[in-house]
C-alpha cells in the first residue's frame, strides 16, 4: 500500500499525543499544537505533576491528562482546569487507566471513566461533572482498561482483565446505558467470541463491527488471531491466524489493519500476514492493559477516519498517512 510520510520537528521529545483536525497536540507537555502545515502553537502553561498520557475528545475541546498506572487524571477544557479525577487504586499500577472522551451531536461531551471501582463505568457529563449513569447495582468482576468510543459514539469498548489474570473485552450500548445504567453492570462480553475471553485488544471498524486480537495460550507457546466481531447481529464474522504478535490496533478498510507492538505493521485481514513494515519507528511491546512489568511505549496517536498514525521520537514526530484503495 502507498503512504506519505511526513517529519513534524519538536524541540524534544513530547509526552503525550492526540489528533486534533490537522494537528497533533501534546497535552501532557502543556497542550503544544503542532501542524501538518510546519506551524506550532504553545500557550506556555506546564501541569506540575507526573501525568504521561492523554485523550481528547473528537471537537478538541476537552482533554483529560492521566498517569497511566496511576489513580490521578486531570480533565481540561482547553488549557483550563475542569476537575481532578481520580481512578479506583486496587491494581491501578498493574494496568492502563480507564477513561474515553466523545462528543455527540448536541454539543454535550460525555466522560467515560471508573472514579469509584476498577469495575464500575460511569458516564458523566464532561461540562458540569453530572453523572449520567446513577445506579445501585452488583457489577460484574472485571478490571476496565483502555475505553474508546465508536466513532458514532453508539459504543464504548473496554480492553481490560479479569482474574487469574486473563484478558477480557466488554462493549456497552451507550443510548442503552444512559437510559438503564445498570446495563453497564452486565459482563457485557461478546457472544461467539470465547465469551469476550482472551481478547487483548479491540477497535472499532467499518458501521458496527469491532475488530479484536485473540491469544490462544498453550504449552506449545501463544498464538494470536484477528478477528471481526458484527455488534448488531452479535456473532463473530471472520478470524485468521496471525502470523507475529499483535498489541494496540488501527482499522485502515476492509482489508487491512496496522498494529502497533513493537514498530507499526500493516497487516492484511484476509491472511494474517504483515505486508508492510515501519521497523524504525518504536511503539513499544505493550500486547494488553496489564503492562506494568514493561517499559512505558514511546507516544503515538491513530486517526483512524482519516488513516493516519503519529509517532513521537526522540526529536519530533513522524506521521504515516496511508493511501485509499
Known amino acids: ?36 502545515d510546519g506551524t506550532t502553537d504553545d500557550p506556555h502553561i506546564r501541569y506540575a505533576y507526573r501525568f504521561d498520557r492523554a485523550v481528547m475528545s473528537p471537537d478538541g475541546r476537552y482533554s483529560v491528562l492521566y498517569e497511566s498506572l496511576g489513580t490521578a487524571g486531570l480533565l481540561l ?94 462493549v456497552f450500548d451507550v443510548p442503552r446505558a444512559l437510559e438503564e445504567p445498570a446495563s453497564l453492570d452486565s459482563a457485557a462480553l461478546m457472544e461467539g467470541v470465547e465469551g469476550g475471553i482472551f481478547l487483548t485488544s479491540v477497535a472499532f471498524g467499518a458501521k458496527d463491527t469491532l475488530v479484536f486480537v485473540r491469544v490462544d495460550e498453550s504449552r506449545d507457546g501463544d498464538r494470536f488471531y484477528l478477528g471481526t466481531y458484527s455488534l448488531t447481529e452479535r456473532k463473530q464474522l471472520s478470524e485468521v491466524e496471525l502470523e507475529e504478535p499483535a498489541g494496540p490496533l488501527m482499522v485502515v478498510d476492509a482489508e487491512h489493519v496496522v498494529d502497533f507492538f513493537g514498530h507499526p505493521k500493516l497487516v492484511s485481514r484476509a491472511t494474517g500476514r504483515v505486508v508492510q513494515r515501519w521497523e524504525d519507528l518504536d511503539t513499544g511491546k505493550v500486547l494488553a492493559s496489564i503492562r506494568h512489568h514493561l517499559p512505558p511505549p514511546p507516544p503515538f496517536a491513530l486517526d483512524a477516519a482519516h488513516r493516519r498514525f503519529a509517532v513521537g521520537t526522540a526529536s519530533g514526530i513522524e506521521v504515516v498517512t496511508l493511501a485509499a484503495q
Open 77 to 170: 477544557e482547553g488549557t483550563r482546569v475542569v476537575r481532578q479525577l481520580m481512578r479506583d487504586f486496587y491494581q491501578a499500577h498493574v494496568h492502563d487507566y480507564p477513561v474515553a472522551l466523545h462528543t455527540l451531536p448536541s454539543g454535550r461531551t460525555l466522560l467515560a471513566h471508573c472514579p469509584e471501582s476498577y469495575c464500575v463505568v460511569e458516564l458523566e457529563d464532561a461540562a458540569t461533572g453530572e453523572r449520567l449513569t446513577k445506579r445501585d447495582n452488583t457489577p460484574a468482576d472485571i478490571f476496565h482498561s483502555r475505553l474508546q468510543f465508536s466513532p458514532d459514539g453508539r459504543y464504548l469498548a473496554s480492553a481490560g482483565w479479569i482474574w487469574h489474570p486473563v484478558d477480557a473485552a466488554s
Open 1 to 36: 500500500m502507498d503512504f506519505q510520510r511526513q517529519t513534524l520537528k519538536t524541540p524534544g521529545a513530547v509526552s503525550s499525543l492526540c489528533w486534533s483536525g490537522d494537528a497533533l497536540v501534546d497535552p501532557v507537555g502543556g497542550m503544544v499544537r503542532y501542524g501538518l
